[in-house]
């Protein structure tokens, strides 16, 4: 199972494990209130996880390109 686990949290976005960096808090944690609220309000936080895991390829995309038009400011 921690197999299993750790795949899945290497290949999938990694929102959760952002999140908790940035807020101090561990990323199961994170996951769980995830699951909970998309249970209780039948999926709309999927429509957040995809915007925050769009939102921190771009970020990063921007950050490591070779011509990032910010490193000039």
């Known amino acids: ?6 795949f899945v949290e290497g290949h999938v976005f ?3 494990s952002w999140m908790g960096e940035k ?3 561990p990323s199961t944690t994170i996951r769980k ?6 249970c209780l309000t039948m999926g709309s936080p999927i429509v957040l996880y995809l915007f925050m ?3 921190i ?3 990063e995309y921007i950050w490591k390109a ?3 038009p910010l490193r000039y400011l």
């Open 66 to 68: 070779k011509r990032n």
């Open 23 to 25: 807020m101090g808090v």
């Open 57 to 59: 390829n771009i970020r």
């Open 33 to 38: 209130y995830f699951i909970y609220t998309s």
């Open 1 to 6: 199972m921690n197999r299993f686990r750790q």
């Open 53 to 55: 895991a769009f939102w």
């Open 14 to 16: 990694g929102v959760c």
